[in-house]
């Protein structure tokens, strides 16, 4: 009898779980729904922070341009707002399968890779955005004016900064495989040739289309590349004394 029942509980347990995440899902998409439309309330503010380096030059082309842009800009804002709340509901939905030591690499491994991502986009925003637009424009002449639609420069600017919140996480990723003991100090500095190679592919990926972009978004991969090896260095030396 006890036999025949443990496939139910079991169900029931799946279930109560698959319906705590429907619920805590909820919660997010709320928070975002209603952070969205109080970035809406400023956007007129935000649209003017994110296109000080080229606003006197924006045009929107089509009638919906300006406003669906706003509410772009907005959704963002209400994401970006949002997410210690996506992470907490998240974080409250795992932590209770987790052991205590998990628990505290879990927590530190989202604290990094936030902080990574924010100084990615703050670099990106404030050096490699103005000097990209400031060297674009300089192309412009008496019988060449820029007329750079609002869509275009919002979709330019965005990519960029998602593309240096991506990359900034490479410390934190090479720190935890070496922890696992996959990569080491030794192995990086041996292949640092072929990652510089490498760097410049994934530059050119995620970037956009233009050859400053890229090398712009590879001078500081190739830094964070030399800033994982010390990384690496540390976590190797951290694996070695704990196995001591």
Excluded at 141 to 161: C, Q, R
Excluded at 191 to 215: E, G, K, M, W, Y
């Amino acid at each position: 009898m006890v036999l025949k029942n443990k496939p139910k509980e079991r169900f029931l347990s799946i279930y109560d779980h698959l319906a705590e995440l429907r619920i805590r899902l909820l919660i997010c998409l709320i928070f975002v729904v209603i952070f969205t439309i109080t970035s809406y309330c400023f956007v007129d503010r935000i649209r003017l922070f994110i296109t000080a380096p080229v606003r006197e030059h924006l045009v929107f082309v089509s009638l919906p341009e300006a406003f669906l842009v706003n509410l772009k800009i907005a959704a963002l804002s209400g994401i970006l707002v949002s997410i210690p709340v996506i992470l907490q509901q998240l974080w409250s939905f795992v932590i209770p399968g987790l052991t205590k030591s998990v628990r505290i690499a879990a927590f530190f491994l989202v604290v990094g890779s936030i902080l990574f991502f924010t100084l990615g986009v703050i670099f990106a925003f404030f050096i490699i955005v103005p000097f990209t637009v400031s060297f674009f424009l300089k192309f412009s002449s008496a019988h060449l004016k820029p007329m750079i639609t609002f869509s275009n420069y919002v979709s330019f600017v965005s990519g960029i900064l998602f593309a240096f919140g991506i990359v900034f996480q490479l410390p934190l990723v090479v720190f935890i495989l070496a922890q696992l003991g996959l990569i080491s100090h030794e192995l990086l500095s041996e292949n640092r040739a072929n990652a510089i190679v490498f760097i410049f592919i994934i530059a050119a990926i995620l970037t956009p289309p233009d050859i400053i972009s890229q090398i712009l978004l590879a001078i500081p991969l190739l830094l964070l590349y030399e800033f994982s090896m010390l990384m690496a260095k540390l976590a190797g030396r951290k694996r070695t004394s704990i196995s001591a």
